[in-house]
């Protein structure tokens, strides 16, 4: 079998004095779309900082292909959380679209006309081939969010990590958004964190469930009564078909 896209070993991480990872065991292999659940401050986001070596735990391994995640940065696409990414900033698409290529092109003299291709080639990718000059003051939620998947493409990455990709949008988008995602993954591993299981049940093919410990499903498995319990609580919403709301 090819060597695994990531590998947790035994890992463990805290804030100071307080603890949000716990013994944490985790294996991706290509091609895989795992989604990443669980209740807020239960250390998704922490979990994923980790795999892209901007935290380090305290005990256990990780290898992102087989190294030290700063090693492979360039080989991983991460889309940060939508809310975070300051959209007043004065710039338009391309331009945003091509901050992805930062750490793969020369450091001087400006982006090449490789660069431009690949970057517009990622726009186009997720269907946004045409608003390149747009201002992103100009952009619906949506849009913004496959702008910040276009730059995450733009480095040509092997693994795509998203950080709640469709937390603020409406699930009309959140479809395309997941479907366009699904398309991806044909090419690439994607992990994806969400609240929202039972939407992503429909997408993904592995479950992990992060409540301090981790505890992987594959999604064919899943029932309403045990998602409720690795939970610990009722769901947001719950669009699956085979799985019914919990209230
Ligand atoms: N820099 C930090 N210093 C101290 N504690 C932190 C820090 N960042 C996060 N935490 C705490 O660690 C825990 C896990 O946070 P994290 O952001 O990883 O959770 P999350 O599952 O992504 O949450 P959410 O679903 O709300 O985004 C939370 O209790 C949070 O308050």
Redesign the pocket.
Known sequence: MNEPVITLEDVSFR??E?A?LLDINLTVHAQEFLGIV??????????LKIMLGLLTPQKGQVRIFGVPPVEARLRVGYVP?FITFDRNFPINVQETVLQGRLGKTRLVGGYRREDHRIARQALEEVELGDLGKRPLTALSGGQLQRVLIARALACQPEVLILD?PTAHIDPKIEEGVFDLLKRLNQRLTVLV?S?DIGFITRYITRVAC?NRTLVCHATSELTGSMIEQLYGGPLRAVHHDTLLHTH
């Open positions: 804030y100071e307080h949000v669980g209740p807020n401050g239960s250390g998704k986001s922490t979990l959380q709640e964190v609240h992060l």
